[in-house]
């Protein structure tokens, strides 16, 4: 039996100026169980993270992050929850879902927002790097969850290498 292994494949005329070839590889990580925070500044969703070592540093990342945003408070108070994904310390993907409460007074409320979103990132790199979900509460009267209670789980980190 013959094995043909390659790390690019290229058509036969070649790529047009500025386009990218095809998956080198693919990573996805799964968020098992409810992380919250109240912080307002960015923080480490613990356990969504994906680590990749691209081939090549032509090579771009395309990110895609989908999951379940949950805010809740116990009374009028306006919010938003951010969930970012950042790789290594540089912010690559950033998205805001927000309520308004206005009026309302007295009980515990919920809203519930799915996030899905991607990204064509370029770490001109062959060293590991690692893509982590970071996430905050645009005020600490608010809580907000990644899953958000939600079973299964329905929140996903998948990165792939593109040829460049």
């Known amino acids: 039996m013959s094995v043909l292994r390659t790390n690019k494949i290229y058509p036969r005329d070649g790529l047009p100026a500025g386009a990218s070839g095809g998956i080198i590889q693919m990573k996805q990580t799964v968020l098992p169980a409810d992380v919250s925070t109240t912080s307002t500044s960015f923080t480490d969703a613990s356990g969504f993270s994906v680590t990749i070592t691209p081939t090549s540093a032509s090579n771009k990342i395309l990110v895609v992050l989908s999951c379940r ?39 515990d409320f919920n809203a519930y927002h799915s996030v899905n979103t991607s990204y064509l990132d370029s770490p001109a790199t062959t060293s590991s790097i690692t893509y982590q979900v970071k996430f905050a509460s645009d005020n600490s009267a608010c ?9 299964p789980p329905r929140s996903y980190l998948t990165v792939m290498e593109v040829s460049g």
């Open 69 to 107: 945003l949950n805010m809740s408070s116990g009374s009028n108070t306006n919010t938003r929850g951010s969930i970012s994904v950042f790789r290594d310390a540089t912010n690559v993907v950033n998205q805001f879902a927000g309520v308004f409460f206005g009026g309302v007074t007295g009980n």
């Open 143 to 151: 809580t907000t969850s990644i899953n958000g209670g939600s079973s």
